[in-house]
Each structure stands twice: as C-alpha cells, then as structure tokens.
C-alpha cells in the first residue's frame, strides 16, 4: 500500500527522490485512528481531533519538497498535529523544532513521538510567536492557513532561509514560500491553492 501511495505521489508530479523515500518510510497508519487504519495509504485528509486533521499525503509531500530541506537542517514546524510531517522531514536529516498550540494534540504527539529515532522537539505554544530561543532557522514551515505573514518568522529565518507556507482568509489558501536573501531581502513565490484549518492564536487548554 506504501509503494501505491508512491506511485500516486509520482503520479501528481512529486519528483523529489528523497522526499518519497521519507514518506515511504513512514508507517501513516500509525498517526491514524484505529478506524481509518484501511484508508491509511489513500491520498487523503483525515481527522486527528481538537478541530485538526493529517493532510492529504501529496500536500505534506509538495510542501517538503518545496521546502527543499537538506541533511542537518534546523527545521521549525508551526502546527505539529499527527507528527506526520515532522516525521517526513526527520527521515530526511533535519533537526526538527514543532510547535503545537492544542494541549490534548501536544500531549498525544509528543509521547507518539517517542516511537521514532529522528531529532525532534516538540513544544506546546502559539506558532505565531516562533521559537525564538533556539532561532535562526534553516527552513520554517507552517501547516495551517496563515491570514498574513508572521513578522515573527520571517526574523527567525536565517539569510538564505526559506519560509513556506498557506497564505489567505477563507476556504482557499495560496501556498507561498518566502525566501531570504544574505541582505534581508525578500522573495515571494507563489505554487496554486490549497485548503488547510486556519492558524489561530494563542495556546488552547482544552
């Protein structure tokens, strides 16, 4: 079923070797609830609880790629829900810093965590503010719809850095990635629609 999901990925146009090694590598079924166990491998969304789901295989696959993470990379996620996508990107080499602002969904995936060798650290805050004690950042990803770009993260990013993320109000997002030149500079490159929950402020108790 792994190898299906590959060759639908390829299908879709992901071309990146490593990033479909690392999504090959990585037993999705795991970050689902036990009803979903036979749909694990379908190139689909599914709900996670506290309002969140794991996105849809291709989304975490074209973000990766267009995040374009190298070996030992400082990577910070805003919006670590399943882990599955920290996961994809700890099987690619980097150092992996997660953000989760829902308690129930931290607590879950950082003890789930656990079950993997990679480097990462997990950390119940808003993913508004970044994590500016272990910044700059090689790369930061957000996984939730973003109404404008944090200035936070764009200062966390180091020169060079690249921040990816979906950009808009309403059902529809725009994934953009930003990428920071050795002056400060800004380029903005914008890769089509996409539907992701909203990121919101502030950490949740419930």
Same mark, same amino acid.
């Given at each position: 079923?792994r190898?299906?999901?590959?060759k639908?990925l ?12 690392a999504i ?6 795991w970050?689902?609830d036990?009803?979903?166990l036979?749909?694990?491998y379908?190139?689909?969304?599914f709900p996670?609880g506290?309002g969140q789901?794991?996105?849809?295989p ?5 973000q ?7 070996k030992n990379?400082?990577?910070?996620e ?15 080499g980097?150092k ?22 990679y480097?990462?650290?997990?950390f119940?805050?808003d993913g508004?503010?970044g994590?500016?004690a272990?910044a700059p950042f090689?790369?930061i990803i957000?996984t939730?719809a973003?109404?404008?770009?944090? /200035?936070?993260?764009?200062?966390q990013? =180091?020169?060079?850095?690249?921040? &990816?993320?979906?950009?808009? *109000? @309403?059902d529809? /997002? ?5 990428? =920071?030149?050795?002056?400060?500079? &800004?380029?903005?490159?914008? *890769? @089509? ?7 919101l ?6």
């Amino acid at each position: 079923m792994r190898k299906q999901l590959i060759k639908t990925l390829e299908s879709k146009g992901i071309k990146d070797k490593k990033v479909l090694s690392a999504i090959e590598n990585i037993p999705r079924h795991w970050f689902l609830d036990s009803s979903f166990l036979e749909y694990a491998y379908e190139d689909k969304p599914f709900p996670i609880g506290s309002g969140q789901t794991i996105s849809q295989p291709y989304t975490v696959a074209r973000q990766t790629e267009l995040l374009m993470v190298e070996k030992n990379m400082k990577v910070l996620e805003i919006g670590t829900g399943s882990g599955f996508q920290a996961c994809v990107l700890g099987d690619m080499g980097a150092k992996v810093y997660t953000v989760e602002r829902q308690k129930k969904l931290y607590l879950r995936t950082k003890a789930f965590l656990k079950n993997f060798p990679y480097r990462i650290k997990t950390f119940y805050d808003d993913g508004n503010k970044g994590l500016p004690a272990f910044a700059p950042f090689d790369r930061i990803i957000i996984t939730a719809a973003a109404p404008e770009i944090p /200035q936070n993260l764009i200062e966390q990013l =180091k020169p060079g850095g690249i921040l &990816l993320l979906p950009l808009g *109000f @309403g059902d529809v /997002q725009q994934m953009v990635r930003i990428t =920071k030149d050795a002056e400060g500079n &800004l380029k903005t490159e914008n *890769f @089509g629609n996409y539907r992701f929950v909203p990121m919101l402020k502030n950490r949740a108790d419930d």
